[in-house]
């Protein structure tokens, strides 16, 4: 005599956890994606290449958050701004100070050839490893820098940090830099990094003149 099984169909419930498990799992990939398209600027690409940049900058708001977009507005543009790449051996000695510029990009002209204004004073950073520059109430908004150098180019303006050390010229030949996009009265952080806002200190000069000053009062 043989004896036949037959196995009994999944529940409902099992069969929708079958379903749904993909489709979460869909979902999550979708939404990390949407952050990461948001923060960065989507697809977007500067219309030009530097050669010289050798990494990203991070910005940081008053709050030790990173930011990628803002108001032109706003002074100081960003209150910390933090390399991706580690000081070389020259620039990691104490008295190394990092600089925030931005420069005006403008098609057909080399990257050298750019005009450029300082956001920030120099910064005196604790942590070579994470360069970074610090900003004061005293410092310019990016509307500031517009009205002498417009983004002529496509709406861009390139940003850069520059080290420099003591008994050392500024580290010009090679520098972490980030590409961001002004539309209207805003702008926004075009490719970039995530960095640490919290991997050091930066001190800027302006605050060490005001304290020499004021203990001279």
């Given at each position: 005599?043989?004896?036949?099984?037959?196995?009994?169909?999944?529940?409902a419930?099992?069969?929708?956890?079958?379903?749904?498990?993909?489709?979460v799992?869909?979902?999550a990939?979708?939404v990390?994606?949407l952050?990461?398209w948001?923060?960065w600027?989507?697809?977007?690409?500067?219309?030009?290449t530097d050669?010289?940049?050798?990494?990203?900058?991070?910005?940081c708001?008053?709050?030790?958050?990173?930011?990628s977009?803002?108001?032109i507005?706003?002074?100081?543009?960003?209150w910390?701004?933090?390399?991706?790449?580690?000081?070389?051996?020259?620039y990691?000695?104490?008295?190394?100070s990092?600089?925030?510029y931005?420069f005006q990009?403008r098609?057909?002209?080399?990257?050298t050839?750019?005009?450029?204004?300082?956001l920030?004073?120099?910064?005196?950073?604790?942590?070579?490893t994470?360069?970074m520059?610090?900003?004061?109430g005293?410092?310019?908004?990016?509307?500031?820098?517009?009205a002498?150098?417009?983004?002529?180019?496509?709406?861009?303006?390139?940003?850069?940090?520059?080290?420099?050390?003591?008994?050392?010229?500024?580290?010009?030949?090679?520098?972490?830099?980030?590409?961001?996009?002004?539309?209207?009265?805003?702008?926004?952080?075009?490719?970039?990094?995530?960095?640490?806002?919290?991997a050091?200190t930066?001190?800027?000069?302006e605050?060490?003149i005001?304290?020499?000053?004021s203990?001279n009062?």
């Amino acid at each position: 005599m043989t004896t036949t099984t037959t196995e009994a169909p999944p529940s409902a419930a099992a069969t929708t956890r079958l379903r749904i498990g993909p489709v979460v799992v869909l979902v999550a990939v979708l939404v990390t994606s949407l952050v990461a398209w948001l923060r960065w600027g989507s697809d977007e690409k500067a219309p030009y290449t530097d050669s010289a940049a050798a990494g990203s900058i991070g910005l940081c708001n008053a709050g030790g958050k990173q930011v990628s977009s803002g108001s032109i507005d706003t002074a100081p543009f960003a209150w910390r701004a933090v390399g991706t790449t580690p000081a070389p051996a020259a620039y990691s000695a104490p008295g190394s100070s990092a600089t925030l510029y931005a420069f005006q990009p403008r098609s057909g002209v080399d990257p050298t050839g750019w005009s450029g204004q300082l956001l920030t004073a120099a910064g005196r950073y604790s942590d070579p490893t994470h360069p970074m520059a610090a900003a004061t109430g005293a410092d310019v908004a990016l509307a500031d820098f517009l009205a002498a150098y417009p983004a002529v180019d496509h709406g861009f303006v390139q940003l850069r940090l520059y080290l420099t050390a003591p008994g050392q010229p500024p580290l010009t030949a090679g520098y972490d830099a980030l590409d961001i996009k002004v539309s209207g009265g805003s702008w926004h952080s075009v490719g970039g990094a995530t960095v640490d806002c919290s991997a050091g200190t930066s001190v800027s000069f302006e605050d060490e003149i005001d304290s020499i000053v004021s203990g001279n009062k």
